[in-house]
């Protein structure tokens, strides 16, 4: 069973930084795609980011681009996200999430680690 925890979540002030950090365990993830999302009070969840294991494929929605990088760690089965010039509507719950297939469908979530922005 592929469990994924994340951690690094936190308070921050506008154009501040943080880093997620997302420790996948359970399965070998060389054919994973593994994402980033987020979502914010009374929103819907929406993709920040994702990476393919294989060979670092990314993908950024706009609002985010030049701003966060995701990055994965292969000895550590870790993904993380580097998040630089927050904005407080960047404030959220972050989840990590794996596509076991690269089809789009995410199958297995973390517990999601708060990130608030203040202004």
């Known amino acids: 069973q592929v469990q994924l925890v994340e951690s690094g979540g936190g308070l921050v002030q506008t154009g501040g930084s943080l880093r997620l950090s997302c420790a996948a365990s359970?399965?070998?993830?060389?054919?994973?795609?593994m994402g980033w999302f987020r979502q914010a009070p009374g929103k819907e969840r929406e993709i920040v980011a994702a990476?393919?294991?294989?060979?670092?494929?990314?993908y950024y929605r706009n609002s985010v681009k030049g701003r966060f990088t995701i990055s994965r760690d292969n000895a550590k089965n870790t993904v993380y996200l580097q998040m630089n010039s927050l904005k407080p509507e960047d404030t959220a719950v972050y989840y990590c999430?794996?596509?076991?297939?690269?089809?789009?469908?995410?199958?297995?979530w973390g517990q999601g680690t708060q990130v608030t922005v203040s202004s």
């Open positions: 999430a794996a596509d076991p297939v690269g089809s789009g469908k995410y199958d297995y």
């Open positions: 990476i393919r294991w294989s060979d670092s494929f990314t």
């Open positions: 359970g399965r070998t993830f060389s054919s994973y795609t």
